[in-house]
């Protein structure tokens, strides 16, 4: 099986226990198929880049997957017909991160992160 990052927006009239019914739902797809949810976040309602079908905010929720690729494909048939999802994102990935996403740290570490200088290799 192979890793999987999912990443799907609801739309905002939505409740925060509809979204988690949704997660749920396809979490219970992709065990049918014979995968697994090794993680989920919930980011909340966040501001949008740009308007989708008429929404400035939407519902973040990321997920990450050890399933077969028949699941992922399943799970990508049924959100593209759900019409509570303004958007979602399939990614393989190599590994499974350790740990909370950078979207759920403190916004003040964040910060102190990008200030930290890079040294390339080979320059000095």
Known sequence: MSFY???????????????AELNKKYAQVVA???GKVVKSEDWGLRD?????????????????????AEAVLELERLM?????????MTL????????????LEPKSR???????????EGEQ
Request: charged share 35%; no cysteine; hydrophobic share 40%.
């Open 5 to 19: 990052e999912n990443l799907i927006l609801v739309r905002p009239d939505l409740t925060a226990s509809k979204v």
């Open 32 to 34: 049918d198929k014979g």
């Open 48 to 68: 949008l880049a740009y308007k989708i079908q008429k929404n400035r905010k939407a519902y973040y929720v990321l997920t990450y997957l050890d399933a077969p």
């Open 80 to 88: 593209r017909l759900d019409e509570n999802l303004l958007r979602y």
């Open 92 to 103: 393989k990935i190599d590994e499974i991160p350790e740990g909370a996403s950078v979207m």
């Open 110 to 120: 964040r910060i102190k992160d990008d200030k930290v200088e890079l040294q390339i």
